[in-house]
């Protein structure tokens, strides 16, 4: 009942020092002092009750912060939350949870209010208190040895994350996103991100935490992932790629917080950010063969990832370093899979067409490996579909995996086919394209012959849209001279008229 009594003052409080005319500052500052008080005395009472509290404090401190009273009266928060540091563990959560809802009080637009008003203040409470509270953040020791410790180490990631999280750039306030996600941190900040004992810190935590908390570190190394580039010059941006890449490493090779699904989709918001916001030539630092190959093998065991690795940068290398990315081995492995229990990704058609323009750009790359490669894929999927299907058990699950890697490879046979309208043709391509396209080819047979008994209907537009680019780049006039490839058509064309219906079907069923 009294936690009743306290939520439904916090309420009233709330709207009152929220009103378009304000309480006198007299009577804002006994609010403000009699709340922090009560906070910091009393029991600790439910967690909500007390959030509730400190949200009235954060409002109070916001509105007030240009209030001047021989001085200014409401910016003393960080003095008032280092006494709560020294105190005991529940009056340092407390302390922790006033700097928390206030930083987040301070990036939040009251659209009640003037947008400038609020940039006014953000941009003060930035300039002269954020720097403060994250640097409380850093210089408080952790400790988990109990619950209580653990709840506190919550509340100082959460408080980390509002930190670095924070509307540098004062685009919130006009309703505007950052779509390079590209944190803009101030310059003043630049000696705490190149101290390596930083990023250190985070990676340590994240290997010392259970998996609820180390989620939370792995957000923080995000926003230190998307760090705008211009903060450094050259050798500090290499040192501080070099420190996070070490970081990648080290959590690559002690694997096992990533079968935590949180934990999994942070590290590989991580990797995303880190080839957002560097290019590969800027990777290769030290350690790399060794972080290139976890990565890979991580890209092959994680079925759930969507988005290609570094290999999409292949062509823009301005490096005679090795880039060890000769081959798409591990990206179609990656692909090469259907298992029981996961979503499937074909489902997802937008997601699979912009994969499509990705593998497109790297096809050229490892040419004479990466066919032989799919071409050993093709013939082994094909056997195996052909013995599950004149099998006596005939298992429905084992046919619709098989079909799943088959949609796949006639995907990829499809992207080289696009490929090759921004490649040089020779004899030698012609003759390796030549047997991925009588692959496919014979492929269909196999599905016309199933068709009286079942369709599979993913394959088949997987194979529609092969021969729609087929019948674009060969048959279109793209290619200066007339290839094996063409005369391959002819020949099926000639001996088979329900080629040509094919490829008229293609053309009027594409999109």
Known sequence: ????????????????????????????????????????????????????LVQVIAKITKLGWFVLRDQLVFRDIIADVRKCLQGTVDLCMIGVMNLSELTQEMNLVDYSRP??????????????SLKDVLMLLLAKPLTFQDQQQQSLAVHLLKLGLKCLSFDFAGNSADGSADDLHTVQIPARWRAIFLEPETLDLFFDLYHSLPPVLSQLVLSCLVQFASTRRSLFSNPERARYLGNLIKGVKQILENPQGLSDPGNHYEFCRFLARLKTNYQLGEVIVKDYPEVIQLVADFTITSPQVRTCTEVSSVSFVKTAEPHLLDTLRYLVTFYFYSRDGLEDPLDDTATVFQQLEQLCTVSMCGYEKTRTLLGQLFDQSAQNYQKLLHSSSRNPLEIAVQEGCLVWLVYFVGTFVVGRLTSTSTDERDAMDEGLFCQVFQLMSLMDAQLAQARNEKVELAILWFLDQFLKTYMGGHLQHTSKVTSLFCILNTKEGKVRCIFEEAAVNSP
């Open 1 to 52: 009942m009294v936690w009743c009594k306290l939520i439904l003052a916090a309420t009233c409080l709330s709207r009152l020092v929220s009103r378009a005319s304000p309480l006198p500052v007299e009577q804002r500052i006994d609010i403000h002092n009699c709340l922090l008080n009560y906070v910091t005395s009393q029991p600790h009472p439910a967690p909500f009750v007390t959030q509730a």
């Open 115 to 128: 947008a400038a008003k609020h940039r006014k203040i953000a941009t003060s409470f930035r300039g002269t």
